[in-house]
Structures are given as C-alpha cells and as structure tokens.
C-alpha cells in the first residue's frame, strides 16, 4: 500500500470523491486537534454530497474536542465496514491509524487516499496529497474544498479552524504564512466564531490537567547548560492525578516558552512499557524530526515524537545523550 511520493492534484482527489458512494475517513490514535478537526471537515463534506461516511478512530475522540460540531459521528471501529473509499488525514505512518482501524477498513480494491502534512510520511495509499510546507492538515483540506466546489458549511469551518489553530499554537508558529491568515479570515466570513471556539479550545481545562502541570513542574529538568527542559510522567503521577489521555496535550509549551530553552521533551510511560516521546524545538538548527527520525519517529523540524523501549531512565539518557551532539553545533548560548 506505499507507493511513491508523487502528489495527485486535487482536481483527482475531488473526482474521486464525487465518483464513490461509500466511504471511511480516518486519523492516527491519540488524535489532536489537526486529526480530529480534518476527520470532521472531510467527513460532513461528504455527507453534504450524499455520501454514505464512517468516521473513525482507534480512540475516544478527545474530552476537550467534544464540542466540535459532528465529534459523536466518530466512532471506534466494532465491526468490518463495506467501503469503497478509505481517507487517512493528518497522518504520516499507515500503522498509527491503528491495527483495529486497518481491521475494520480491510479489503481488496479499495481505494486509499492519503492527505498530510507531515515530512515524514511514508506515500502510502493510492493516491496522495502531502504538503510538508502547510502548517497543518486542516490548511491543505481548505484549499482542497474551496478550490474545488466541495461543500464548505460553517460547520467544516470550525474543524478546519480548530485543525489549523492548534497545530500553529493558535496561530504562532514559525510555519504559519499569510495564505494561513487569509484562510482564518475566510472562515471568519464563513461564520466561524473565532472568540467562541479559541475559548472552548484553549481555556476550558478540566482541574485535574492544572494538578498534572503541578506534578510535572516538580519533576522538571533543566540541562545541556540550559538550552534544554525536560520532565517526565510516570505511571505512578498518571494514576495519582487520574488523568485522560487529551490532558497532557500542550502541556509541553511550558517548557518551550522557558526563557534561554531551545528543545523541550515530555517523556510518557505507557502502560505496555514503552516511553512516548514528545520534542519541540524553538531553533531550526535543531531538527527535532530529523532527530526522532534515527529512533523511528517522526514529524517536523521543530516538533516531533517517538515512541521507544523502556525502562525511561534508559530513553532519557539515549536522547539527552543524542541533544548534546545537535547542541553541541551551535555557538555558545548569547552569540549570535
């Protein structure tokens, strides 16, 4: 199912949408705001076309994303679907759209389109639209509806604008562009309510992720001379705080937006032994993608995640050990 990574236009995903009847549209486990909001977006652009649309994910759909119009539509996959048609966005790795999905969407001729962002995904599918340059999926489905007449409600717009926001940090990060401004401004004509969606999405935390932030802000490292801020959530402070899985999502700005940081990392026991890694990075010059790259992750230059073989003692020292290589290439910290 991994084919090369030549882009098909988006005149042929938009005939290939209009041609089937039946079809699944997917994102990767864990699913964030990108994930969710360009399942919802491709999901009711389709019903609005008469389709017959199962919207999956491997996981619950986040508590701090549920009031996204549509989110009850996403289900865990239970039994094999009869589809023509299988759309995975905003995921790089066909196996994190999760063996259950892959389960449930099996079958011969069955046409898999693939739209993403991310550097490093890996051309599966059969056809593919993947523009590393966009700063989120939810920007490349904006283009792809309103360029090519697919139906475009209020409704698709507060997902594409809640994809696009919280995969830019609200609409901050380096590689957000003025066509990414100029597209919130056209959901904002769409009807988009953008007062009312950032307040749902960035200020309406339950308690128990202020008391998480406590338990990691205890647990915090500062190394490499500074440049580098870490901490760790063990299953020991997970099962003390009792928290869901969405709760620890952003969390790892904090350490970002430490004055002098140039590479945060949030270190996550899982329960099967594994240790799930998130990397930001505030320096092009430190590629954190290419960085999780040599450890089977992935993402982007300046955010990207792994997921490695405990005990996390072992990963910690591996990758801090991997950070003071790339640091070690630039000029003393204040020369610039």
């Known amino acids: 199912m991994t084919g090369p990574r030549t882009n098909s236009s988006l005149a042929e995903m938009a005939a290939k949408l209009r041609d089937h009847q039946r079809f699944a549209v997917l994102s990767h486990y864990r699913p964030d705001g990108d994930a969710i909001g360009s399942t919802l ?4 652009a389709l019903e609005a076309l008469g389709k017959t649309v199962h919207m999956l994910n491997e996981d619950d759909v986040p508590g701090s994303l549920a009031f996204l119009p549509g989110t009850e539509r996403i289900k865990q996959p239970t039994t094999p679907l009869d589809v023509e048609v299988i759309v995975a966005v905003d995921c790089a790795n066909c196996d994190r759209l999760g063996s259950k999905c892959l389960e449930m969407v099996a079958g011969a001729n069955r046409l898999w389109i693939n739209i993403d962002h991310h550097r490093s995904n890996e051309g599966y599918g059969d056809i593919h639209y993947i523009d590393a340059g966009s ?11 309103s360029s090519q007449g697919l139906p475009l409600t209020r ?12 995969d830019t940090g609200s609409f901050q990060y380096d590689s957000v ?36 932030l406590r338990g990691l802000l205890n647990v915090m490292q500062i190394t490499h001379g500074g440049r580098v801020a870490s901490w760790a959530l063990t299953q020991d402070l997970a099962r003390q705080v009792g ?26 026991e899982m329960a099967d032994g594994k240790i799930r890694l998130s990397l930001r990075s505030k320096d092009k010059r430190i590629d954190v993608g290419h960085l999780a790259a040599q450890f089977g992750g992935g993402g982007h230059a300046l955010a990207a995640g792994i997921r490695m073989r405990g005990p996390l003692s072992e990963v910690q020292t591996t990758i801090f050990a991997a950070l003071n290589e790339a640091i070690q290439t630039l000029p003393p910290a204040g020369i610039h």
């Open 243 to 268: 928290i869901a899985p969405e709760d620890s999502e952003g969390l790892i700005d904090t350490l970002r937006a430490i004055q002098g940081v140039i590479v945060a990392v949030y270190f996550e």
């Open 177 to 212: 562009t003025a066509h990414t401004y100029e597209i919130g401004a056209a959901l904002m004509k769409l009807g988009v309510n953008v007062s009312r969606l950032s307040q749902e999405t960035y200020e309406n935390f339950p308690l128990r992720r202020i008391e998480l």
């Open 155 to 166: 409704e698709i717009g507060d997902n594409l604008y809640v994809a696009i926001s919280t």
């Open 135 to 145: 700063p989120a999926t939810g920007q490349i489905l904006y283009d792809f509806l």
């Open 41 to 44: 977006a491709v999901g009711l």
